[in-house]
């Protein structure tokens, strides 16, 4: 199920976040983004929008993409696994170097309270965790 709130705001400016984009850019053939999230819930209307156009602007394929709603209980694939308590949150993740399906290894993670956007955070961690 996809995520209504993570289609990409068409009022979001590029160019003030071309640092982040150039950023998640250069690492499209390499991650994996699993966005945990509800369409019912304000931070995910607040934030996701944006990510989602900052996703796009990098040129992120679709396939590298997973959006998972959750309920209203934050219930829903993947939550007791990846250890989900709030929404929204955005695990990295290497891609999986075979075809089993297995998942690749957490990178880091953005979570709701973060003090910046989901895209400019996760760009400054990658910098720091792929450098």
Not at 42 to 57: E, I, M, Q, T, V
Not at 115 to 127: N, Q, T
């Given at each position: ?48 929008p944006d990510f989602g156009a900052a996703l796009d602007a990098a040129g992120v394929p679709e396939d590298r993409i997973d959006e ?31 075809a089993d399906g297995d998942d690749g290894e957490e990178v880091t993670r953005f979570v709701e309270e973060e003090d910046r956007p ?14």
């Amino acid at each position: 199920m996809s995520l209504e709130t993570m289609e990409p705001n068409p009022a979001w400016d590029e160019a003030s976040y071309e640092d982040a984009i150039d950023t998640l850019e250069a690492h499209n053939d390499e991650l994996v983004y699993k966005v945990w999230g509800g369409d019912w819930c304000k931070d995910c209307r607040k934030l996701l929008p944006d990510f989602g156009a900052a996703l796009d602007a990098a040129g992120v394929p679709e396939d590298r993409i997973d959006e998972i709603a959750v309920d209203e209980d934050k219930q829903g694939p993947g939550v007791e696994e990846y250890g989900i308590e709030y929404i929204p949150t955005v695990v990295v993740e290497r891609a999986p170097a075979g075809a089993d399906g297995d998942d690749g290894e957490e990178v880091t993670r953005f979570v709701e309270e973060e003090d910046r956007p989901p895209a400019i955070w996760l760009a400054d961690r990658l910098e720091d965790e792929l450098a």
